[in-house]
């Protein structure tokens, strides 16, 4: 039985509301930052809401031609995409064995790659600084890259192994007759069939680590390896006084998260309703 329409209409129209008050308050304070950043400091004290008067193009034009901003932007990509390819190559093989082969224990450990999901970051990171001091790789893109893929692997298997046990038994029998092996079955059948998921968990660790501000802020005090996050935090500390330039640097930071995920959202929203599905 279906409910009236005035109700539905009612419904649709609350859900309407909340939608626009959350959509207003994320894009009112990046509308804010975007226009605070082509104003000067005497115009954020006196006219902070309303259109910059004259436009102050200094802050941007000064911030992207400084090597500064696009070294800390190539170091965020590098560790990104690197973290992206270590995580889901390590999580798709496992997730592989969880899905298609059954052995003794394998719920059990299973359980205990999920448990890391509650593993709280900041608890690890006095014990991890001291295991990367000892291995060396300290001001290493490694000793960022190597943990931000550990901690990503319990969310990446979760969602890849319910991807993989999607695909038909069937599949892999009529595999296997053609006389292909597992790891044949699993790098040119399993693979391509899960583009979806893996283009989704690969998403998912690029973003993960482009926000990532504690780890890099520890093992690097070479300043060069300085991803984004902390540059914006030095950037902040070093410009405490202009507060106009300071915005224009932290939505220019933002932009490359902004665009990529822009470009990448359907993927995501597609992905993970695909394993959520099967």
């Keep these: 039985m279906t409910a009236p329409k005035p109700v539905q209409r009612t419904r649709h129209l609350g859900l309407h509301l909340v939608s626009v008050a959350i959509g207003g308050l994320i894009?009112?304070?990046?509308l804010f930052g975007v226009l605070g950043g082509f104003k000067d400091n005497g115009q954020l004290s006196t006219n902070p809401l309303g259109l910059p008067e004259p436009w102050v193009f200094e802050n941007y034009v000064g911030i992207v031609g400084s090597g500064v901003f696009w070294r800390q932007l190539g170091n965020s990509t590098l560790i990104a995409l690197a973290t992206a390819v270590v995580v889901v190559g390590a999580a798709a093989l496992a997730s592989f064995v969880f899905a298609r082969f059954a052995f003794r224990g394998r719920e059990l450990l299973f359980t205990l790659f999920a448990v890391g999901l509650m593993f709280p970051?900041?608890?690890?990171?006095?014990?991890?600084?001291?295991?990367?001091?000892?291995?060396g790789l300290l001001d290493n893109p490694l000793g960022?890259?190597?943990?931000?893929?550990?901690?990503?692997?319990?969310?990446?298997?979760?969602?890849l192994r319910q991807f993989f046990r999607t695909i038909p038994a069937e599949v892999e029998e009529a595999a296997?007759?053609?006389?292909?092996?597992?790891?044949?079955?699993?790098?040119?059948?399993?693979?391509?069939?899960?583009?979806?998921?893996?283009?989704?968990v690969?998403?998912?660790?690029?973003?993960?680590?482009?926000?990532?501000?504690?780890?890099p802020l520890v093992v690097f005090t070479?300043?060069?390896?300085?991803?984004?996050?902390?540059?914006?935090?030095?950037?902040?500390?070093?410009?405490?006084?202009?507060?106009a330039r300071v915005l224009a640097y932290v939505v220019l930071s933002m932009v490359p998260a902004l665009g990529f995920y822009a470009i990448a959202e359907r993927q995501l929203v597609g992905g993970l309703a695909g394993s959520v599905k099967g």
């Design 222 to 243: 070479d300043q060069s390896w300085w991803t984004l996050p902390v540059g914006v935090q030095a950037f902040q500390g070093q410009y405490a006084d202009d507060t």
């Design 202 to 215: 690969s998403v998912l660790a690029i973003v993960a680590s482009w926000n990532n501000f504690m780890l």
């Design 144 to 159: 960022v890259v190597l943990p931000q893929a550990a901690f990503g692997l319990p969310v990446t298997i979760i969602i």
């Design 176 to 200: 296997t007759l053609d006389g292909c092996t597992a790891f044949g079955f699993f790098w040119r059948i399993l693979l391509p069939m899960a583009r979806p998921a893996l283009a989704t």
């Design 27 to 30: 894009v009112v304070p990046v």
């Design 121 to 135: 970051f900041a608890v690890a990171i006095l014990p991890l600084f001291i295991l990367l001091r000892s291995m």
